[in-house]
């Protein structure tokens, strides 16, 4: 099975600095799909951003922005102009491009401060 | 519709009570997954039905008892639980393939249901 690690449990960022999160995944696919998902205190579990591996180009959404390595099967996370919203647990996970391949592997996430 | 709709909200129960928790989406996903997650943990994955058919079970105990009546609705039957048992449970959705860039390999998560087994 795929495994995906996050180094850095927990991590802070003064309000309107710029933090980067590590995430790596041990994998022997060449084509899969990588995340970032953000679960802020109230629970809900939304998606940040995605990496497509077929893709060179990095995949940004407006404030986040990622840093994919795929010969190293690194996959960070810059939040640019952090805010307090912003303050959560962020997962990493990893999903398979084969056909009908339905799991989803998640990192064990890092915990995000804010400070004002 | 881009939303997992999960009910209820909280839930206590006793370890003799039977309950439901209950999960509904209405993107087209033909995949639906239950995942338990306890505080400052990933989820772990329970259940995934692929086209209404149970595709992976994750080992996990009896007294969950997973049901995925049509393609928009996912239950999960709880019956004599353990105090361990209490968690975030969170049903969540996708395509049931991966292909491309269409968007369409995301893992869309409900709110969760909170529950307590006393």
């Known amino acids: 099975a795929q495994t995906v690690t996050q180094s850095q449990p927990e991590m802070s960022v003064q309000e309107a600095e710029t933090v980067t999160l590590s995430c790596t995944y041990d994998?022997?696919?060449?084509?899969?799909?990588l995340f970032w998902y953000k679960q802020p205190p109230s629970r809900q579990m939304i998606l940040v951003i995605r990496q497509e591996a077929y893709k060179q180009q990095n995949a940004t959404e407006n404030r986040f922005s990622v840093n994919f390595q795929k010969a190293a099967k690194s996959f960070s996370l810059k939040i640019s102009d952090s805010q307090l919203g912003d303050a959560a647990m962020y997962f990493c996970a990893y999903r398979s491009a084969r056909v009908f391949s339905n799991q989803f592997y998640f990192g064990t996430g890092t915990s995000l401060t804010v400070i004002p | 519709d881009t939303e997992v709709t999960q009910t209820p909200k909280h839930l206590v129960m006793g370890m003799t009570n039977k309950k439901s928790l209950k999960c509904e989406q209405h993107m087209g996903h033909r995949a639906m997954y239950w995942y338990k997650q306890k505080a400052k943990k990933p989820p772990e994955l329970m259940f995934v039905?692929?086209?209404?058919?149970l595709s992976i079970n994750e080992s996990v105990p009896s007294r969950f008892s997973p049901e995925c009546p049509n393609s928009s609705l996912l239950n999960l039957h709880l019956h004599a639980l353990q105090p361990e048992d209490s968690a975030l449970y969170l049903c969540a959705s996708s395509q049931a393939w991966g292909l491309g860039d269409s968007g369409a390999n995301v893992l869309t998560f409900g709110a969760g249901s909170r529950l307590t087994v006393l």
């Open positions: 039905y692929s086209y209404e058919k």
């Open positions: 994998t022997s696919e060449s084509d899969y799909y």
